[in-house]
């Protein structure tokens, strides 16, 4: 399998022309989703693999600002669009997160063999990336959920968000995913800008997967308690999606028979590894350089 080179990487994400070169230094790969096809981006060669779930109407380019810190520590990263984004075609039986498990670690499995891997999920992706843990307890070495939806059923925040769909004014619509960008993901108004409102709104006017159903369940908080590898959380402060009610995530979590604790970065919002990718990145790298000498 041919890689290109780690010196390829841009340093930093704040362009779509450094956007098109990390894109670039991607191998593309394609693997079974029913009839269809699931999409993976690849970077990197002989490293500890790191498998990245990106979230809800989202795209592999949800890790834009943490692929590049990631190959140049010396991990091989495999990032999918889920079934239903991006690339990917929708996962025939069930398209929510628990019916899309079972063709992300197929998936895997095609791409790596039997070797263990580190999982890290946001958002959707963690409940993704949760059922693989359990499915998968030989393969995946720790866990890492960023932002979990699903760890109680008891309703939290609801940002209010426009409604793009049926707007035929391209400023109207750019409009509308600006407000949802900012009100839903980030948590600052300097972290909005021109062309991460561009990659926005075409990775959520590509979502072709339904209102999903768990996400308002705390089936997160049902299945940790089955994950046996170690895990960890990490969440934005200002996340949208848990104003008021941060109380309820460590409890949750702590459901994990493993569980090592969760890290709060502050000024960031739910897309904490975007808008606070610096910080995000030092926490993630630590996490995944814990006993890694042993793992080489």
Known sequence: MAFMTTHTLPDTIHSETEFSRLLATATRKETPCGQGKLVWRI????????????????????????????????????????????????????????????????????????????????????????FIAVQSPAQVSRLVVIGAPALTDVPGPRPHLRNWRGLDSATERYQAHKHNLRSLMLARDESVHDDIIAQYARDAENDRIPQRRLFTTDIMRQT?????????????????????????????????????????????????????????????????????????
Request: glycine residues 14%; contains cysteine; charged residues 15%.
């Open 43 to 130: 970077w990197g060669q002989g490293g500890i693999p790191v498998v990245l779930l990106h979230g809800g109407s989202g795209s592999w380019a949800h890790w834009v600002r943490n692929i590049g810190p990631l190959i140049k520590a010396g991990y091989s990263v495999y990032a999918p669009d889920l079934p239903g984004f991006g690339e990917s075609d929708i996962a025939p039986d069930n398209f929510d997160a628990d019916g899309q498990a079972g063709w992300v670690a197929q998936g895997i499995g095609q791409l790596l063999g039997r070797a263990s891997y580190d999982l890290v999920g946001f958002s959707f992706g963690s409940m993704v990336a949760t």
């Open 224 to 296: 940790l308690p089955d994950v046996r590898c170690p895990v960890w959380g990490i969440w934005g402060a200002e996340d949208a999606l848990y104003q008021g009610c941060e109380a309820t995530i460590v409890p949750a979590l702590s459901g994990a028979p493993l569980f090592q604790g969760l890290t709060r970065i502050p000024s960031a919002g739910h897309w904490v590894q975007y808008e606070a990718a610096t910080l995000f990145n030092r926490h993630l790298l630590a996490i995944l350089d814990t006993n890694r000498q042993s793992r080489e």
